[in-house]
T-cell receptor, first 116, second 112 residues
Framework: DADVTQTPRNRITKTGKRIMLECSQT?????MYWYRQDPGLGLRLIYY???????NKGEISDGYSVSRQAQAKFSLSLESAIPNQTALYFC???????????????FGPGTRLTVL | SQKIEQNSEALNIQEGKTATLTCNYT??????LQWYRQDPGRGPVFLLL?????KEKRKERLKVTFDTTLKQSLFHITASQPADSATYLC???????????FGQGTELSVKP
């Protein structure tokens, strides 16, 4: 877990506020991902980036934006937070080794976000 | 769209028994199927991977099977211990797009 860090670990905010969640990794991986996890819904992909210049929307990107500042850093922003964005957010990385990459993912410890 | 189903009900077993968790999927088979363990409040941790052309994979007390006819993977933990208590997630990777799709997970509780 120490190879992928997330800040903050916990955040309580109010509706309408702008929030940024940050992710850093020391694994040297090209690929980075943002997921949210809600009880009973599993992990859902918000955005992913296969390298610094490649950013793609995931399953549930509405209301979110991302920035890949460097290979090691990938941040997630909520421009105007709303209560249904209350969830556990995870950053993950994976290594692109070949066209047959297995995409095994390494997760950060998570950020618990509460929007009041 | 692709759907993944894992047992939504928690699985409770006695220490020493074998735990078996199920992962079912619809439509076409993935290139790879992965299993992760998640402890409360922590990120998932990769356990095992099985390829579409493999029937079975083992790692210590863990065994994964993959049946593309049934569209199902089974995850076994033999000689289970209370420390195995966690939520287990299956995840599928298709060649197209290169993104993992996760199931909702099954909670396992091993009682002493």
């Amino acid at each position: 877990d120490a190879d992928v860090t997330q800040t903050p670990r916990n955040r309580i905010t109010k509706t309408g506020k702008r929030i940024m969640l940050e992710c850093s990794q020391t694994k040297g991986h090209d690929r980075m991902y943002w997921y949210r996890q809600d009880p009973g819904l599993g992990l859902r992909l918000i955005y992913y980036s296969f390298d610094v210049k490649d950013i793609n929307k995931g399953e549930i990107s509405d209301g979110y934006s991302v920035s890949r500042q460097a290979q090691a850093k990938f941040s997630l922003s909520l421009e105007s937070a709303i209560p249904n964005q209350t969830a556990l957010y995870f950053c993950a990385t994976s290594e692109r080794t070949s066209s047959r990459s297995t995409d095994t993912q390494y997760f950060g410890p998570g950020t618990r976000l509460t929007v009041l | 769209s692709q759907k993944i189903e894992q047992n939504s009900e928690a699985l409770n077993i006695q220490e020493g028994k074998t735990a078996t968790l199920t992962c079912n999927y619809t439509n076409y088979s993935p290139a790879y199927l992965q299993w992760y363990r998640q402890d409360p409040g922590r990120g998932p941790v990769f356990l095992l991977l099985i390829r579409e052309n493999e029937k079975e994979k083992r790692k210590e007390r863990l065994k994964v099977t993959f049946d593309t006819t049934l569209k199902q993977s089974l995850f076994h933990i033999t000689a289970s211990q209370p420390a195995d208590s966690a939520t287990y997630l299956c995840a599928l990777l298709y060649n197209q797009g290169g993104k993992l799709i996760f199931g909702q997970g099954t909670e396992l509780s091993v009682k002493p």
